[in-house]
Protein backbone atom coordinates (compact mmCIF):
# COMPACT_ATOMS: atom_id res chain seq x y z
CA UNK A 1 0.00 0.00 0.00
CA UNK A 2 1.04 3.42 -0.74
CA UNK A 3 2.30 5.33 2.77
CA UNK A 4 1.49 8.50 1.11
CA UNK A 5 -1.55 7.55 -0.41
CA UNK A 6 -3.36 6.14 2.73
CA UNK A 7 -2.44 8.78 4.98
CA UNK A 8 -5.53 11.34 5.45
CA UNK A 9 -5.59 15.09 4.20
CA UNK A 10 -6.88 17.21 6.90
CA UNK A 11 -9.03 19.84 5.76
CA UNK A 12 -8.43 23.04 8.11
CA UNK A 13 -11.34 25.37 8.85
CA UNK A 14 -12.53 28.04 6.10
CA UNK A 15 -11.39 25.53 3.29
CA UNK A 16 -13.72 23.89 1.85
CA UNK A 17 -13.19 20.92 -1.35
CA UNK A 18 -15.91 20.03 -3.40
CA UNK A 19 -15.64 17.03 -5.65
CA UNK A 20 -17.46 16.50 -9.30
CA UNK A 21 -17.89 14.18 -11.67
CA UNK A 22 -14.26 12.92 -13.23
CA UNK A 23 -12.77 13.73 -10.44
CA UNK A 24 -13.05 17.49 -10.38
CA UNK A 25 -11.19 18.76 -7.79
CA UNK A 26 -11.94 22.28 -6.50
CA UNK A 27 -10.70 23.74 -3.31
CA UNK A 28 -11.57 27.38 -1.90
CA UNK A 29 -9.64 28.94 1.04
CA UNK A 30 -9.18 32.27 2.38
CA UNK A 31 -5.93 33.12 -0.39
CA UNK A 32 -7.97 31.75 -3.03
CA UNK A 33 -9.14 28.75 -5.35
CA UNK A 34 -7.63 26.50 -7.04
CA UNK A 35 -9.13 23.75 -9.20
CA UNK A 36 -7.98 19.96 -10.61
CA UNK A 37 -8.75 17.39 -12.92
CA UNK A 38 -7.38 14.09 -10.35
CA UNK A 39 -6.68 10.45 -12.79
CA UNK A 40 -10.45 9.40 -12.59
CA UNK A 41 -9.32 5.95 -11.56
CA UNK A 42 -8.54 7.23 -8.31
CA UNK A 43 -11.63 7.19 -5.96
CA UNK A 44 -11.81 10.48 -3.65
CA UNK A 45 -14.16 10.52 -1.09
CA UNK A 46 -14.55 12.91 1.90
CA UNK A 47 -14.95 12.11 5.33
CA UNK A 48 -15.89 14.66 7.58
CA UNK A 49 -13.25 17.25 7.34
CA UNK A 50 -10.62 14.61 6.23
CA UNK A 51 -10.07 13.28 2.09
CA UNK A 52 -8.99 10.09 1.91
CA UNK A 53 -7.63 8.84 -1.66
CA UNK A 54 -7.98 5.17 -2.36
CA UNK A 55 -6.74 3.12 -5.80
CA UNK A 56 -9.18 0.36 -7.51
CA UNK A 57 -6.16 -2.63 -7.55
CA UNK A 58 -2.74 -2.78 -7.24
CA UNK A 59 -1.45 -2.89 -11.04
CA UNK A 60 1.96 -0.82 -10.70
CA UNK A 61 0.25 2.28 -12.35
CA UNK A 62 -2.73 2.73 -9.98
CA UNK A 63 0.12 2.56 -6.97
CA UNK A 64 1.95 4.99 -8.69
CA UNK A 65 -1.64 7.11 -9.40
CA UNK A 66 -2.66 6.89 -5.83
CA UNK A 67 0.43 8.58 -3.97
CA UNK A 68 0.63 11.34 -6.55
CA UNK A 69 -2.93 12.15 -6.60
CA UNK A 70 -3.16 12.66 -2.44
CA UNK A 71 -0.33 14.56 -2.95
CA UNK A 72 -1.74 17.13 -5.49
CA UNK A 73 -5.08 17.41 -3.53
CA UNK A 74 -2.47 17.98 -0.06
CA UNK A 75 -0.53 20.81 -1.82
CA UNK A 76 -3.52 22.49 -3.00
CA UNK A 77 -5.15 22.59 0.70
CA UNK A 78 -2.10 23.98 1.54
CA UNK A 79 -1.96 26.25 -0.78
CA UNK A 80 -5.63 27.91 -0.58
CA UNK A 81 -4.96 28.02 3.26
CA UNK A 82 -1.08 29.38 4.03
CA UNK A 83 0.30 29.75 0.13
CA UNK A 84 3.54 28.88 -0.68
CA UNK A 85 6.89 31.01 -1.42
CA UNK A 86 10.24 30.51 -2.69
CA UNK A 87 13.33 32.50 -2.16
CA UNK A 88 16.23 32.98 -4.61
CA UNK A 89 19.07 35.09 -3.67
CA UNK A 90 21.22 37.47 -6.23
CA UNK A 91 25.36 37.04 -5.41
CA UNK A 92 27.67 38.21 -7.73
CA UNK A 93 29.38 42.06 -7.97
CA UNK A 94 26.96 44.10 -10.24
CA UNK A 95 24.13 41.49 -10.10
CA UNK A 96 21.05 43.34 -9.23
CA UNK A 97 17.23 43.01 -8.91
CA UNK A 98 14.26 45.47 -8.79
CA UNK A 99 10.61 45.69 -9.12
CA UNK A 100 8.83 48.02 -11.76
CA UNK A 101 4.96 47.06 -11.20
CA UNK A 102 4.79 43.55 -11.75
CA UNK A 103 7.93 43.50 -14.19
CA UNK A 104 11.05 41.91 -12.53
CA UNK A 105 14.16 43.46 -13.77
CA UNK A 106 17.28 41.90 -13.32
CA UNK A 107 20.73 42.89 -14.45
CA UNK A 108 22.92 39.95 -14.52
CA UNK A 109 26.03 40.89 -16.27
CA UNK A 110 24.41 40.27 -19.66
CA UNK A 111 24.33 43.41 -22.04
CA UNK A 112 20.68 44.01 -21.50
CA UNK A 113 18.56 43.94 -18.31
CA UNK A 114 16.37 40.94 -18.17
CA UNK A 115 12.75 41.40 -17.69
CA UNK A 116 9.92 38.57 -16.26
CA UNK A 117 6.43 39.62 -15.83
CA UNK A 118 5.00 37.74 -13.19
CA UNK A 119 2.65 35.07 -14.27
CA UNK A 120 -0.67 35.23 -12.96
CA UNK A 121 -1.25 34.63 -9.54
CA UNK A 122 1.89 34.68 -8.71
CA UNK A 123 4.07 37.97 -6.92
CA UNK A 124 7.39 38.79 -6.65
CA UNK A 125 9.23 40.88 -3.79
CA UNK A 126 13.02 42.33 -3.98
CA UNK A 127 14.33 42.72 -1.14
CA UNK A 128 18.03 43.67 -1.40
CA UNK A 129 19.69 40.72 -2.94
CA UNK A 130 16.57 38.80 -2.19
CA UNK A 131 13.62 37.50 -4.35
CA UNK A 132 10.42 36.08 -3.14
CA UNK A 133 8.38 34.15 -5.27
CA UNK A 134 4.75 34.08 -3.17
CA UNK A 135 1.39 32.11 -4.86
CA UNK A 136 -1.30 29.41 -4.15
CA UNK A 137 -0.24 26.57 -6.67
CA UNK A 138 3.06 25.13 -5.65
CA UNK A 139 3.74 24.06 -8.97
CA UNK A 140 3.19 27.47 -10.44
CA UNK A 141 5.65 28.90 -7.51
CA UNK A 142 8.27 26.28 -8.09
CA UNK A 143 8.28 26.56 -12.17
CA UNK A 144 8.94 30.43 -12.00
CA UNK A 145 11.52 30.19 -9.39
CA UNK A 146 13.22 28.01 -11.89
CA UNK A 147 12.66 30.11 -14.49
CA UNK A 148 14.17 33.01 -12.61
CA UNK A 149 17.66 30.91 -11.51
CA UNK A 150 17.69 29.91 -15.41
CA UNK A 151 18.75 33.55 -16.61
CA UNK A 152 22.20 33.15 -14.38
CA UNK A 153 22.12 29.95 -12.47
CA UNK A 154 25.49 29.72 -10.15
CA UNK A 155 28.79 28.90 -11.41
CA UNK A 156 30.94 27.15 -9.11
CA UNK A 157 33.95 29.21 -8.98
CA UNK A 158 33.14 32.23 -7.63
CA UNK A 159 29.35 31.47 -6.75
CA UNK A 160 28.10 34.10 -9.02
CA UNK A 161 24.59 34.18 -10.30
CA UNK A 162 20.79 33.45 -9.19
CA UNK A 163 20.69 30.54 -6.32
CA UNK A 164 17.52 29.38 -3.92
CA UNK A 165 17.86 30.78 -0.46
CA UNK A 166 18.48 26.82 0.51
CA UNK A 167 21.11 25.70 -1.73
CA UNK A 168 24.62 24.54 -1.63
CA UNK A 169 27.09 25.35 -4.16
CA UNK A 170 29.83 23.17 -4.80
CA UNK A 171 33.00 25.45 -5.00
CA UNK A 172 35.95 24.32 -7.10
CA UNK A 173 39.16 25.29 -6.59
CA UNK A 174 40.42 27.74 -9.44
CA UNK A 175 43.54 27.11 -11.68
CA UNK A 176 46.67 27.50 -10.02
CA UNK A 177 49.99 29.61 -11.61
CA UNK A 178 53.07 28.11 -13.42
CA UNK A 179 55.96 27.10 -11.05
Known amino acids: MSRIGRMPIAVPAGVTVDIAENNKVT ?15 MEIKKDGDTIVVSRPNDLKKMKSL ?3 TR ?10 AEGYAKELEVNGVGYRAQKQGN ?10 PVEMIDPEGLETIVDGNKIVVKGIDKEKV ?28 RRKVGKTGKK
Do not use: C, F, W
Open 27 to 41: VKGPKGTLERVLPAE
Open 66 to 68: HGL
Open 71 to 80: TLIHNMVVGV
Open 103 to 112: KLVLALGYSH
Open 142 to 169: GQYAAEIRAKRAPEPYKGKGIKYADEVI
